[in-house]
């Protein structure tokens, strides 16, 4: 079983907090059926280590039914025991969102229209996963503007020549920080139109900073990132599955959160 990381926003504008994930145990729906979709899902969810937020969800088709059913050993056709009003849940999917690193861990990417929309109705927030893109080019291809960029800038050889530092020590009378976490906007700067040489110029100096990620918008208007220190990761996990060809959620969790920790 194979877990991809996500990056997992709200309202477009922050990282989902730990408080939102909590939130969402609290308040979340244990059977949820979106409106005007067929499945309907049952979710079981928890907060462990006050940082990781772990769903697990059990999911089929609410609609489909037949009357009888056939025994696989004879052949024949019996009458479904099953009623119309029951769901058989034969299907899986697991989420995992580490609050702390502020990743989103999936193993079915077809869920995440599901995951978005159970989180925005729970807390009438809107909640957007975004892709997290293995190649600055890709990222630049499905974008139509940089909105901005952050970064960590460190009290290091390439910095101490510079006046940020020694303007914050100023302002508040204290030592020079170690550390300045910053982030600019630009608002919408085409990619096209200095948006791609301003790409370039991070990527030229990139090796003076930590954790840059360049913010841009695509055709729809969603925020991408580009995280230059995480890029696509994927953690490969081998749980064993029961007679009934399913997976105990508590294995695949246990043995998922001893790869993120």
Not at 6 to 14: A, N, T
Not at 18 to 47: C, T, W
Not at 89 to 115: E, S
Request: net charge negative; glycine share 6%; charged share 30%.
């Amino acid at each position: 079983m194979k877990f991809c990381n996500f990056l997992l926003r709200v309202d477009g504008i922050r990282e989902a907090s730990l408080e939102d994930m909590k939130d969402v145990v609290a308040k979340g729906n244990h059977i949820f059926r979106p409106q005007k979709q067929k499945y309907l899902y049952s979710v079981d969810m928890d907060i462990i280590e006050e940082r990781f937020f772990w769903m697990a969800s059990d999911y089929d088709d609410a609609v489909r039914f037949r009357d009888y059913v056939i025994n696989k050993k004879t052949g024949e056709k019996m009458p479904n025991p099953r009623s119309k009003e029951q769901v058989e849940p034969r299907q899986q999917f697991f989420v995992c969102y580490d609050a702390q690193k502020h990743f989103l861990y999936m193993n079915d990417y077809n869920k995440k229209g599901f995951v978005e929309q159970y989180l925005s109705d729970t807390l009438q927030k809107e909640f957007k996963i975004s892709n997290i893109y293995t190649s600055l080019d890709d990222f630049c291809k499905n974008i139509k503007t940089i909105r901005g960029f952050q970064y960590t800038q460190v009290d290091n050889v390439f910095s101490r020549g510079g006046t940020l530092f020694s303007q914050v020590g100023n302002i508040w009378g204290q030592d020079l920080p170690s550390k300045l976490q910053l982030k600019i906007s630009y608002g919408d700067l085409p990619i096209h139109g200095g948006g791609k040489g301003l790409v370039d110029r991070i990527c030229r100096h990139r090796e003076e900073f930590e954790d840059v990620v360049i913010i841009g918008c695509d055709e729809s208007g969603i925020e991408q990132t580009f995280d230059f220190s995480s890029v696509l990761k994927h953690f490969l996990i081998q749980p064993t599955k029961d007679e009934n060809e399913h997976f105990e959620p508590d294995e695949v969790r246990e043995l998922l959160l001893a790869k993120l920790r």
